[in-house]
């Protein structure tokens, strides 16, 4: 059983975007590295230099490695943490997104296009234009449009772009004003940039009222991920600091999304990243966790279960 297992033993991963393409399961992680970090709330133990993407042909064999895919020497623009990335496709080509920090240490949102969902990818020179912050996370919709959703804040610097500017000394507001918003923009037909200025993706209570910043087990942290079910627009996350992965839901894909409850109570280790796909007629979460290596945040692995929906659209609840 490979269930709730380190999936990946050789080296470590986190940060699973896992796609189907062509009839078959891929796994996007960022690639660990075994280094020896102190853990700060900047995230620079994330110190991480390449990907590798991994191909699983049913949920009882182990992924297969297709190699690297992407190495940060190959990025013209970024200087140092390629953090997690996602993989798109359109008429045959393989879009993959990811961030990085650029020369002056502001996070952007690249992407590569290769010919194979495990590439090789060839990085554009430039990064995206307009883009900032972390977690990019592609999702194609049912006429074709593709959008990003992105964001992180602390060490994604997502608070720090309150302004629509970078100011390094941004933070999270206070706890009686609004969360910061994660963002969704459409891309352009070819994949390459955005169509449109990212928009706030607005989450609310029950009430309607946009979640508040003091509202620490459910504002959205980092680790975006969309996804679709009868008919129905999913934006799940991480709240970081409270370290669940929860979840809203919309029925407009630029929100705003109504809180739905919590899909992941909290794992070993300080992140908790997901991303939510069908395979084979059935729903996966993949998740991440530091089993490997007994909690150490940096060194994470990439773990699946079984996800399930109640007749009323809701998630239930997983206990990692
Ligand atoms: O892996 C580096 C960062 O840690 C990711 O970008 C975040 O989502 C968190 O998992």
């Given at each position: 059983?490979?269930?709730?297992?380190?999936?990946?033993?050789?080296?470590?991963s986190a940060d699973?975007?896992?796609?189907?393409?062509?009839?078959?399961?891929?796994?996007?992680p960022s690639h660990d590295?075994?280094?020896?970090?102190?853990?700060?709330?900047?995230?620079?133990?994330?110190?991480m230099?390449?990907y590798?993407?991994?191909?699983?042909?049913?949920?009882?064999?182990?992924?297969?490695?297709?190699?690297?895919?992407?190495?940060?020497?190959?990025?013209?623009?970024?200087?140092?943490?390629v953090w997690a990335p996602?993989?798109?496709?359109?008429?045959?080509?393989?879009?993959?997104?990811?961030?990085?920090?650029?020369?002056?240490?502001?996070?952007?949102?690249?992407?590569?296009?290769?010919?194979?969902?495990?590439?090789?990818?060839?990085?554009?020179?430039?990064?995206?234009?307009?883009?900032?912050?972390?977690?990019?996370?592609?999702?194609?919709?049912?006429?074709?449009?593709?959008?990003?959703?992105?964001?992180?804040?602390?060490?994604?610097?997502?608070?720090?772009?309150?302004?629509?500017?970078?100011?390094?000394?941004?933070?999270?507001?206070?706890?009686?004003?609004?969360?910061?918003?994660?963002?969704?923009?459409?891309?352009?037909?070819?994949?390459?940039?955005?169509?449109?200025?990212?928009?706030?993706?607005?989450?609310?209570?029950?009430?309607?009222?946009?979640?508040?910043?003091?509202?620490?087990?459910?504002?959205?942290?980092?680790?975006?991920?969309?996804?679709?079910?009868?008919?129905?627009?999913?934006?799940?996350?991480?709240?970081?600091?409270?370290?669940?992965?929860?979840?809203?839901?919309?029925?407009?894909?630029?929100?705003?999304?109504?809180?739905?409850?919590?899909?992941?109570?909290?794992?070993?280790?300080?992140?908790?990243?997901?991303?939510?796909?069908?395979?084979?007629?059935?729903?996966?979460?993949?998740?991440?966790?530091?089993?490997?290596?007994?909690?150490?945040?940096?060194?994470?692995?990439?773990?699946?279960?079984?996800?399930?929906?109640?007749?009323?659209?809701?998630?239930?609840?997983?206990?990692?």
């Amino acid at each position: 059983m490979l269930e709730k297992k380190p999936l990946i033993t050789d080296l470590y991963s986190a940060d699973p975007s896992a796609n189907v393409f062509n009839g078959k399961l891929y796994i996007y992680p960022s690639h660990d590295r075994d280094i020896e970090m102190e853990s700060n709330d900047n995230g620079d133990q994330y110190d991480m230099e390449d990907y590798h993407v991994y191909e699983m042909e049913d949920m009882n064999t182990p992924p297969r490695d297709c190699g690297i895919a992407l190495h940060i020497k190959d990025i013209p623009w970024a200087s140092k943490q390629v953090w997690a990335p996602d993989c798109g496709e359109k008429n045959g080509k393989y879009y993959f997104y990811f961030p990085a920090r650029d020369k002056e240490g502001i996070f952007r949102l690249g992407v590569a296009v290769g010919d194979q969902p495990w590439g090789p990818f060839k990085a554009q020179k430039d990064p995206i234009k307009g883009s900032f912050s972390i977690d990019p996370c592609v999702f194609t919709d049912d006429d074709g449009s593709s959008y990003l959703t992105f964001g992180g804040i602390w060490g994604g610097q997502l608070d720090k772009w309150k302004t629509g500017t970078f100011d390094p000394n941004g933070g999270e507001p206070p706890d009686e004003a609004d969360a910061v918003y994660p963002k969704i923009a459409k891309l352009t037909a070819d994949m390459l940039e955005f169509a449109e200025k990212p928009r706030d993706l607005v989450i609310t209570d029950d009430a309607g009222k946009a979640l508040k910043a003091g509202d620490r087990t459910r504002r959205f942290f980092e680790g975006p991920w969309l996804h679709k079910y009868n008919g129905t627009y999913y934006f799940s996350y991480s709240t970081g600091d409270t370290h669940q992965l929860v979840y809203a839901t919309s029925k407009n894909i630029y929100g705003p999304y109504t809180w739905g409850g919590v899909i992941l109570t909290p794992v070993l280790g300080w992140t908790t990243h997901h991303s939510i796909v069908e395979y084979q007629g059935k729903w996966y979460l993949f998740y991440h966790d530091c089993e490997l290596s007994g909690g150490v945040n940096h060194k994470r692995n990439v773990k699946f279960t079984s996800l399930e929906y109640r007749a009323d659209g809701s998630i239930v609840t997983i206990n990692p």
